[in-house]
């Protein structure tokens, strides 16, 4: 069992930065794959990054060379760095873990945190 807490999220003007976090409970966080994903009014969740056991990461088109996932797993934390912000870019804010690095990328996962609000004003 794998309890996540998602914080760092809030208000910034477009092309402001924020860094969400993500504690993780038990001893076994460092087996899981992580992602993140993000959820805005009206529309469906969308999966925004993930990382796997190694550190190897995978992101979506819409943030690639503005948001930056990494783990420490010796903190049991997932982080999401998003620089750039766009206004498009609000939503809530949700991290995952699951054995599989490919079942995130699908949508999929065993464990969900309850989520951040980031919100980004032009």
């Known amino acids: 069992q794998v309890q996540l807490v998602e914080s760092g999220g809030g208000s910034v003007q477009a092309g402001g930065s924020l860094r969400l976090s993500c504690a993780a409970s038990?001893?076994?966080?460092?087996?899981?794959?992580m992602g993140w994903f993000r959820q805005a009014p009206g529309k469906e969740r969308e999966w925004v990054a993930s990382?796997?056991?190694?550190?190897?990461?995978n992101y979506a088109v819409s943030v690639l060379g503005r948001f930056t996932i990494s783990r420490d797993n010796a903190k049991n934390t997932l982080y999401l760095q998003m620089n750039s912000l766009k206004p498009e870019d609000t939503a809530m804010y949700y991290c995952?873990?699951?054995?599989?690095?490919?079942?995130?990328?699908?949508?999929?996962?065993?464990?969900w945190g309850q989520g951040t609000q980031v919100t980004v004003s032009s």
């Open positions: 995952a873990a699951d054995p599989g690095f490919s079942r995130l990328w699908l949508g999929r996962a065993d464990y």
């Open positions: 990382i796997d056991r190694d550190g190897g990461t």
């Open positions: 038990g001893n076994t966080y460092s087996r899981y794959c």
